[in-house]
């Protein structure tokens, strides 16, 4: 109502984030009177997407009744590969950024196109870690999820499954499909891209989140971790260490981050809850 806009974009991917971002834009625009068809939804398969999460996320839109297209993000991502030099079987940061930055591009062309505003998918918990691609999936026009830590993520979409069971059977799939950015092609096993495996489990990471935003904890404490007495103690030690490196040295992505809703009691925007200097080292006593 605000911005006058026509339509709602978000890039679908058949993962937990966007597919919790597009149950909120149908419920929008159900509260509002407007067709679903109002929502475009874009699935943009790249080379590290497994034919489950796409499926999930055709199936998804078709439930929802949504527009959907299909943009395959391979050829534009090989030709930029040529412009600049690098070796498409090259899997570094580079090879993974690229697809998520053809993305944004795709998403913010299309928007433009239909008069449309482009509806962020990064969670809270992904915003706290920096995990995502600087001017990629990092920016948006609005972030409807920055306030939601992966494990509500999580919650939501289990419980809007329970609430409807025309799209419980497709949820549980979601929910059941290793948490994973597909940016890497599968390995000589078959296995796809971990993010945990990367990171850490996400339920330590946002029992860290909440204690540093909301009791002021530091590591020390927080890694007594009476609320895990079962983690192996190398791995919550890990884990700590990569949720204190990675919240202060990402900081620099907050700072530019698009407006989202504050959804529980503490928030990440540097407009409002979080004002962190992005030269800051970490605090870890």
């Given amino acids: 109502r605000k911005t006058g806009i026509a339509r709602v974009v978000i890039g679908v991917s058949g993962g937990l984030d966007s597919t919790l971002a597009l149950l909120v834009a149908a419920a929008a625009m159900d509260d509002l009177g407007r067709p679903r068809s109002d929502i475009l939804g874009i699935s943009m398969p790249g080379f590290g997407t497994s034919s489950g999460t796409r499926a999930s996320a055709e199936a998804l839109m078709r439930g929802l009744g949504i527009e959907f297209r299909t943009i395959d993000i391979r050829p534009a991502c090989r030709q930029h590969f040529a412009d600049i030099g690098h070796p498409e079987d090259r899997y570094d940061v580079v090879f993974e950024n690229a697809q998520a930055r053809e993305r944004t591009q795709i998403l913010m062309d ?25 001017n990629g999936d990092h920016m948006s026009m609005y972030a409807v999820n ?6 509500l993520v999580q919650y939501l979409v289990r419980v809007f499954g329970e609430m409807h069971p025309e799209l419980e059977e497709v949820l549980a799939g979601v929910l059941a499909t290793e948490i994973s950015p597909e940016l ?21 990471h946002d029992f860290f989140l909440y204690h540093v935003m909301k009791s002021g904890f530091a590591r020390a404490k927080i890694e007594t971790a009476i609320a895990f007495p079962e983690v192996d103690k190398a791995l919550l030690s890990k884990t700590a260490a990569t949720f204190f490196r990675r919240f202060y040295a990402q900081q620099f992505k907050r700072s530019s981050m698009p407006d989202g809703p504050k959804i529980g009691s503490v928030a990440l925007s540097p ?15």
């Fill in 110 to 134: 299309v928007a433009n196109a239909v008069g449309g505003l482009v509806l962020g998918t990064s969670d809270m918990s992904e915003l706290a870690l920096g995990w995502a691609t600087f």
């Fill in 146 to 151: 920055a306030g939601v830590p992966k494990t």
């Fill in 184 to 204: 890497l092609p599968p390995d000589a096993a078959g296995r796809i891209q971990s993010t945990e495996a990367a990171l850490g489990p996400y339920a330590l």
């Fill in 271 to 285: 407009r409002g809850d979080l004002r962190l200097p992005s030269d800051l080292g970490p605090i870890e006593s």
